[in-house]
């Protein structure tokens, strides 16, 4: 008979540490018993898989001014990564202001001691430098950082390098303004406009606009080759120079059932890789919806002559012309003099000599058909005209009804 036992080793067990095991069998049919296996010594190995990243905290460093970078440095495992060391030359055309971490400076070299580091961990370290006041505009500067374990055998590892532009005065400044109308009706189509400023002393760069389409609303059209990415529509404007604008426009339809008094929200940005302060929002534009709809009714008997003593059957149609849908809708009609109600049909009740049917909502371009029987008396003189009027009222509709 073959057993077999699978233990967990924890990340943290030192390298070197001995796994002692000896097991035991017993049976009463053994005189010996129990009786011990042999001894298994087993040494622990460690092993870790670190991984480095840097990043500048901006996009762009100015001259004269301090530079924050982040480094995040990993351990993927399986084991505890023990005595990890960073190292980060100060970049050229820089000087050192601050580490945290108990980062120390030594032969323009920062060194932390980070320890240990579990499995599945990660420690997050700060550097901040000096950007010299002198340097050229454009300039780049380039750093990369490095960490090492003994528990890593493939270390020290880099990080990908940050290269980061130098901005000495002639920088970019983004603005952008953003407009609409205060109101909209549903059904209809809005339109915003955007006005893109560079403000600063330099031109922008790989200049990118970005506006999230508002929820609820429909793409329709965006202008200078605006194009729909996601949910998202995407201008990119390439360079903009000092002192230059841009105007774009974009225009969505406004679905004609959403609801009289909802606000739309809405805030574009704008990015360039020259402009410190990127993304830059514009302002945030609200757009109240309001409704309107346009309701037409057709009543017509289903027989050119009424018979005396017989059923005369009306049709009722009610059509909303939109642009919105019309809400709360309600048809009455009153029963005509010389005849009695005897039904309608969609839910219409007769009370006071008046027949009402409380349609609801019809969707903009949507018709309605309702019915009502009533009996012609049988004394009605010959030649007699019945005269009847139906109406039609919604919110919705400021001439009904």
Do not use: C, H
């Not at 011990?36 to 100015?62: C, F, H, Q, W, Y």
């Not at 809005?190 to 893109?196: E, M, P, Q, V």
């Amino acid at each position: 008979m073959t057993l077999t036992l699978e233990v967990m080793v924890p990340a943290n067990v030192a390298m070197g540490t001995v796994i002692s095991n000896m097991a035991q069998a017993a049976s009463p049919d053994d005189v010996n018993s129990p009786v011990n296996s042999n001894g298994v010594d087993v040494t622990v190995e460690t092993l870790a898989n670190l991984a480095i990243m840097k990043r500048s905290d901006t996009p762009v460093a100015i001259a004269g001014e301090n530079l924050a970078y982040t480094i995040t440095v990993t351990n993927n495992g399986p084991s505890d990564a023990q005595e990890v060391v960073v190292t980060d030359p100060i970049p050229v055309g820089t000087s050192f202001v601050s580490a945290d971490m108990g980062g120390m400076l030594e032969n323009g070299i920062v060194t932390w001691n980070v320890g240990a580091l579990p499995a599945g961990e990660t420690v997050t370290l700060s550097l901040v430098v000096l950007v010299d006041a002198n340097l050229a505009d454009g300039t780049i500067i380039s750093n990369i950082a490095r960490v090492e374990s003994p528990t890593d055998p493939d270390t020290p590892k880099e990080s990908d390098p940050d290269e980061t532009p130098v901005d000495n005065g002639n920088r970019a400044m983004l603005m952008l303004e953003k407009s609409a109308p205060m109101t909209v009706i549903a059904g209809n189509n809005l339109t915003y406009s955007f006005t893109l400023t560079n403000t600063g002393a330099g031109p922008a760069r790989n200049v990118e606009v970005r506006d999230r389409i508002p929820a609820g609303v429909n793409f329709v059209s965006a202008s200078m080759g605006g194009s729909l990415d996601g949910e998202e529509v995407v201008w990119s404007l390439g360079e903009l120079a000092a002192g230059a604008s841009v105007t774009l426009t974009l225009e969505v339809m406004v679905p004609a059932n959403v609801a009289m008094g909802t606000v739309i929200s809405n805030t574009a940005q704008a990015a360039s890789p020259d402009d410190v302060n990127s993304p830059v929002n514009s302002n945030g534009v609200d757009v109240t919806v309001e409704t309107l709809a346009n309701l037409a009714i057709m009543k017509r008997s289903d027989t050119p002559i009424a018979i005396a003593g017989e059923n005369l059957a009306y049709t009722i149609t009610v059509t909303n012309n939109g642009p919105s849908d019309a809400q709360e809708v309600v048809v009455t009609d009153p029963i005509p003099m010389g005849t009695t109600f005897v039904s309608a049909d969609m839910g219409g009740m007769l009370e006071n000599g008046i027949v009402t049917w409380n349609v609801g909502t019809i969707p903009a371009g949507e018709t309605v058909t309702l019915s009502l029987v009533v009996l012609v008396d049988a004394n009605l003189a010959d030649g007699t005209i019945i005269s009847n009027i139906a109406r039609v009222e919604s919110p919705t509709d400021p001439d009904t009804p």
